[in-house]
């Protein structure tokens, strides 16, 4: 599981005061709780870098497409709306709440529910990965009709990777009871 690398590398890079801390009551649980929010914030960060690289990969494209004339101008308000969801869901992603609420934050997030967003997380980075396979198959197609489709299909994977995030909202909205 990617988290938990993500995790695992985190506490790796522990330094030696923190090392010596983690020994003390009470510091070990807020330190692996730290660790989480991290490891959260990096694995969002990893979707969204994900997700900027295919947006890339696709705008080069369509400049070049439309700089050709090799797309009908009808096909430019769609294109205009698939990069608008992407830059709607890659600002959710970047803006999402943290995994874990700070020490003195008014919002607790109940450890044992946390899993629930890590597996969320997976899922995204998983969508994430897949949005940017096709972004690059999408570079390579040349025919209207399946540059079309090959949009069509990335705009699935964008509509999934938005209901992940609305589940992510939902999970924490169900961590502080």
Not at 38 to 44: G, Q
Not at 96 to 110: C, E, Q, R, T
Request: glycine residues 2%; charged residues 45%.
């Amino acid at each position: 599981m990617k988290e938990r690398n993500y995790e695992e590398k985190i506490k790796r890079e522990m330094t030696l005061l923190e090392k010596i801390l983690s020994y003390i009551p009470g510091y070990r649980g807020y330190k692996e709780k730290e660790i989480r929010r991290e490891s959260d914030r990096l694995v969002r960060m990893e979707a969204a870098n994900r997700l900027k690289e295919a947006k890339e990969i696709i705008r080069m494209k369509l400049t070049d497409l439309v700089n050709s004339k090799k797309i009908e101008d009808k096909d430019i308000s769609k294109l205009d709306i698939f990069l608008s969801r992407l830059d709607r869901v890659l600002y959710r992603i970047e803006r999402a709440p943290a995994g874990y609420a700070g020490l003195f934050d008014v919002v607790k997030v109940k450890e044992d529910k946390l899993d629930k967003v890590l597996e969320n997380d997976l899922k995204l980075i998983e969508k994430t990965v897949k949005i940017k396979e096709l972004a690059r198959e999408f570079e390579e197609i040349e025919v209207r009709e399946e540059l079309l489709r090959s949009l069509d299909e990335i705009l699935e994977y964008i509509q999934d990777v938005e209901e992940i995030v609305d589940k992510r909202s939902e999970v924490f909205r169900g961590l502080s009871e």
